[in-house]
Each structure stands twice: as structure tokens, then as C-alpha cells.
């Protein structure tokens, strides 16, 4: 009897390992309250959120990007001689089942050059891609310039 060459048998085992695949895979990072904050005029946005890491797995945030930004970057802010500036960085590391925040003074997306006027309440889709090659879309809510969070 050829059981390997069974059809309905092959279909079944190749299911059964496929979802084995899914369930060996960790699960996707988690973002929540993300909003971005508006500046006047020409000046680029800044992106906010909290990047939650449900895995045993690290990982590190490596890009993201925006269908309504003609460029994302991923920046940090920091204090220097009591000036705030802020600088590119490379990736931005998440530990197994650790939380990194980006806000105000610290992490943020850097969106620049709306392809359109931004409108407070808005939805902007953004992508973020993770070194392990996975990725996660997340709506963020536009505020203005004085908000403070979502
Ligand atoms: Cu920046």
C-alpha cells in the first residue's frame, strides 16, 4: 500500500505541518496608542507609539514607512547641554517580552513630506518591519502640535 502517494493523505500531512509552522512562528510585535503629532507648515511629523513584544524571541525594530510620507525614519531624542536634538538610528532593539516606548524625548517615528495636508483625527497607516523580516501595519490618529498623546 502507497500511502505517501495517497493524495488525500499528502494533502493532510502537508496541512498539518504547515500549521505546525504557524504555531512555531512568535507571535508579532503589538503596538498601541499610536498617534502622530502634527507640526505647522512643511516641518516633519513625529510618530508615537508603545512597540509590546508578546515572544521569548528579541527583535529589533528596523524601519517603517508611510503611503502618506515621502520618507520614514526612525529617530531618537536626547538631551544635550540641555539642548533637545535628536538623531537617526539604525534599528531600535525589543527585548523578549519587553515594551519600548516611543514618545516625546525619546524614540519616534520621523515622518516627512506629506504627500498630503495632514487633518487632526485623521488615520495614517504605517508599516514597521522587524530583523526577522516580519511586519505589522498600525493606524495612527494625527493630533496637533500641542498634544501631548493619542
Ligand atoms: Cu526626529
Redesign the pocket.
Known amino acids: 500500500m502507497k500511502i505517501a502517494g495517497h493524495p488525500i493523505l499528502s494533502a493532510a500531512a502537508l496541512l498539518l505541518a504547515s500549521s505546525a509552522a504557524v504555531a512555531a512562528q512568535p507571535a508579532s510585535p503589538v503596538v498601541e496608542n499610536a498617534w502622530i503629532r502634527m507640526l505647522p507648515g512643511d516641518l516633519p511629523a513625529?510618530g508615537y507609539f508603545d512597540l509590546r513584544n508578546r515572544s521569548d524571541a528579541s527583535r529589533k525594530l528596523v524601519s517603517a514607512d508611510s503611503p502618506a510620507f515621502m520618507m520614514t525614519m526612525l529617530?531618537q531624542?536626547s538631551e544635550q547641554n540641555g539642548q533637545s536634538q535628536?538623531q537617526h538610528v539604525d534599528d531600535v532593539a525589543l527585548p523578549a517580552h519587553g515594551v519600548v516606548h516611543f514618545a516625546p524625548g525619546s524614540y519616534?517615528l520621523?515622518l516627512m513630506q506629506a504627500k498630503n495636508p495632514l487633518t487632526v483625527g485623521e488615520h495614517i497607516p504605517v508599516s514597521l518591519q522587524f530583523s526577522d523580516g516580519s511586519s505589522v501595519k498600525v493606524e495612527f490618529v494625527v493630533r496637533p502640535a500641542g498634544a501631548s498623546g493619542p
Open positions: 513625529a529617530h531624542s535628536m519616534h520621523m
